[in-house]
């Protein structure tokens, strides 16, 4: 069993930053890839960002602004968000499982938290 807490959404105007952390807790979460998904009113979850044992890949609409890392030493992701667009607007979520671009790649989630992106 691996726990998530995310932490670091809040309020910026466009073209702010923003640094999303996911800490876990349970089971040592250095052998799971990580994924980063998000989920804006009205619609359906959507990837963000994953990173498994082969490689780091991002969703084309946040490709050269957002960044991926994480710190296995603290049980820790991050997700550096610079230049949102108000269509960042969502509820961002992390994962642990394999490591995919889908949502049944992933068995454990966060539970959420909120980014809104003013214009």
């Known amino acids: 069993q691996v726990q998530l807490v995310e932490s670091g959404g809040g309020l910026v105007q466009a073209g702010g930053s923003l640094r999303l952390s996911c800490t876990a807790s349970?089971?040592?979460?250095?052998?799971?890839?990580m994924g980063w998904f998000r989920q804006a009113p009205g619609k359906e979850r959507e990837f963000v960002a994953r990173?498994?044992?082969?490689?780091?890949s991002y969703a084309n609409s946040v490709k050269g602004r957002f960044t991926f890392s994480r710190d296995n030493a603290k049980n820790t992701i991050y997700l550096q968000m610079n230049s949102l667009k108000p269509e960042d607007t969502a509820v961002y979520y992390c994962?642990?499982?394999?490591?995919?671009?889908?949502?049944?790649?992933?068995?454990?989630w966060g539970q959420g938290t909120q980014v809104t992106v003013s214009s």
């Open positions: 349970g089971r040592s979460f250095s052998s799971y890839g």
């Open positions: 990173w498994s044992a082969f490689s780091i």
């Open positions: 994962a642990a499982g394999v490591g995919g671009r889908g949502s049944y790649d992933y068995d454990y």
